[in-house]
C-alpha cells in the first residue's frame, strides 16, 4: 500500500475530495494531505516545470479544503500562486470553484480573487 508521500497530485485531490464529500476531517490525514501537496507544489517550482497539478486538481484541492472549512494559509497561497501560473488553462468550473473556495474561506485579497474581479 503507497504512503501518503508517494502520492501524486491527482492521488491528493482525490483523498481529500473524498473527504470533503463525507464531512470528515482528520486531522493527522488531513496535515499530511497539505504537506505533501506543499513539497509537491515546491519541487515543480524549484525544477521550473510544468506544476505537478492539473487544474482540476487544484481547483479540487481547494474546494475540499474550503468545504472542510480548514483554513491552511500556506497551502492555500501556493494554490492560488500555481493556479495564477496556469489560469489559462482553467475551464469555467475549475475557474469557479477555485474562486468559490477561497471566497468561501474569506480570503479576500488573493492572486485568484483580484483575478476574478478582473475577469467578471
Known amino acids: 500500500m503507497a504512503t501518503i508521500e508517494e502520492f501524486a497530485a491527482r492521488n491528493l485531490a482525490n483523498t481529500v475530495w473524498a473527504f ?5 476531517c482528520y486531522a493527522p490525514l488531513r496535515e499530511a494531505i497539505s504537506s505533501q501537496s506543499l ?3 515546491a519541487d515543480g517550482r524549484r525544477r521550473g ?8 486538481e487544484l481547483s479540487t484541492s481547494a474546494w475540499s479544503i474550503a468545504n472542510l472549512r480548514f483554513l491552511d494559509v500556506p497551502l492555500l497561497n501556493a494554490t492560488a500562486a500555481a493556479a495564477m501560473a496556469t489560469i489559462a488553462e482553467f475551464g469555467a468550473q475549475e475557474f469557479s470553484n477555485l ?20 475577469v467578471v
Do not use: G, H, Y
Request: charged share 5%; net charge neutral; proline share 8%.
Open 20 to 24: 470533503a464529500t463525507l464531512v470528515v
Open 39 to 41: 513539497a509537491l507544489l
Open 49 to 56: 516545470s510544468v506544476l505537478p497539478f492539473k487544474p482540476q
Open 99 to 118: 474562486a468559490w473556495s477561497f471566497s468561501t474561506l474569506t480570503l479576500q485579497q488573493t492572486p485568484v480573487t483580484e483575478w476574478a474581479v478582473i
